[in-house]
């Protein structure tokens, strides 16, 4: 077996765990392979604050055999050489003189350098990097990179870029396959929903993960609402406000905390106080916000406002669209992106396809943002 | 051989002529098969105004055998029963005596009405619908049925429904890939393009037919030109005033003849004057005089304001949309259809997905229009 063939052992691995259960963790696998190239010692990070992969994996190995001094130890992402919720890995690898270590994918958060470190410290470190170690820690690399969240826009859209008519009705445009999927797939690993009280009231919709044959599963709920409107009485029985038990709804709010004492506020929701000078709120801020609070990834399902201002503060990464077969030719029906700001062809954004697919006459086109 | 094979044979015929060269005729073939099952005489209508396909089948037949008594005639399209161009053919095949017809699709024109004048003098006559004939002969159908030009309209959009930014800069959202397709495969067997003056003069375009490795192909031009603002001196160098030998431009205009007699008339330039109640014109008058012209195919590549206009008066049977990877969130871009008219969710057109095709980051989108 080649590295690559060991390292694709360790991307398996890394791909058992349960990803929010891991969160905001990467997922990661390791094994210890012996001289003789056996796997003596295998495991994945199972679950934040737990153990890291190669703890896991050194000790099967040590039930094998007590030396470990002739073996490698092959590992999907770049070990830690800091302390965080655990002990650093480097001080692992060479109390067991592990003489040389393969990694699939780098940490780009600079605590950990491990690899840098390991070398320091006489042990062989190889890199053989495998494109599905990077897809499979796409999130955890873009949160490290941007001091961000990944957002995820979703919208159904007729075919001209219509998200309802001009009295915002919008049920039914995308057909029920097109509804599934939102929920079997894009819901379905996330951190949050993230939509604006406006599209909450008008709606009413329940916003959790419902896959038929399934129990509902809850969702972390992100609402922009300036003026706390959805707490309002008249909205107390609003779906969103379900019993929830291991999820929250963060009302993010342009109101001082002073202004919201007088409201009622339900359990399981929290209330954040954010600037909200561009009308919807200053990203930065939430951003770091959300960070700190576990949720990595994000979509976003809401109204044209919301999304063209999340789009023109390069806070989408992905899109997916629903291309419904109708057309709203009525200038006044609701644009999937609505901005007043001037915009040149040349300004416009530019995406990459990524892949197309059809769901009856319901296309979803699926793009990465080119930022 | 069965009834059925003997008419996708007939079907193969029909399909190797020229389309141009028969319109505004149906694509026929014919075959004539003796008593043993042989085909002896095969046959196709070539050219508007020469023979049928039925009368090439027979006359072939007659150099195999003199006695037509026990053959049988295999045709795609009922034959017709009335004197057009030329004698009809249902006098043909009772002279020779034929005594048994099988027809592969109907004419839905009341004076054909051949079947039935066939059984009526003696002739079993079969019907054996293939659907491959159904499509092959679906714009004379189409033509027969509704009294006009089949329309297809064409657009390249954002992925949100714009076709060019507020200053109408639209150059260029789709890639080479895209706009070689139009080409190649939309442009190639239309009778005609149908724009605005608007977009002749903004655009400048050649609207001929290019496809790498061959001559441009001319083709007619269809433009509503309100005020015959492209006759104006400033316009004489417009790209579609090329020198044209066998096509034509109509210039569709609201003003009566008088008003236009002062002109200078490019050769190939015909002005139609039709009344314009609704801004864009009135779409029976021009349909009738589409059709009276031979044009019964057209490609509708304007703008929002006309495209909106087809589309309200049904005028569009088939879509073509490049889904380009591009968004203008400006609410001032210009959307693919432009409408002041207010409509409701239940009020959308619909459509039916016909096939979606990649190229590159563009994805081509064809609908059919449910009327």
Redo the contacts between chains.
Sequence with gaps: MTSSDYLHSTFLLASSASIPNVRPNPLVGAIVVSETGSIIGSGYHQQYGGPHAEVFAIQEALTVQDDLSKCTLYVSLEPCSHTGKTPPCTELILKHKIPRVVIGSMDPNPLVSGASYLAANGVIVEECFLPELETLNEVFFLNQKLKRPKYILKSA??????I????G???W?SNSQSRNFVHQVLRKNVSAILTTAKTVIKDNATLNCRVEGNDPVELNLVVIDKNLDSLKPKNKQLKIFYKRTNSKIYLVTALASEAFEKYDVPENVIIVSIPMPNGVCDLNILNSYLLQNKICEVLIEAGGTL??AF??FNCVDE?Y?F?C?????????L???????????SG??????IS?Q?F????L?R?RFLH
């Design positions: 859209i007729t075919l001209n870029g219509k309802a008519d001009r009295n009705e919008s049920k445009l999304n063209a789009l023109e899109l669209l291309i077969p109708s057309i709203l030719a009525d200038n006044k029906a644009n999937v992106f609505n901005s007043a700001i001037a915009q040149n062809m416009s954004k530019k995406l990459q396809l197309t059809s009856d006459s319901d296309v086109l793009y």
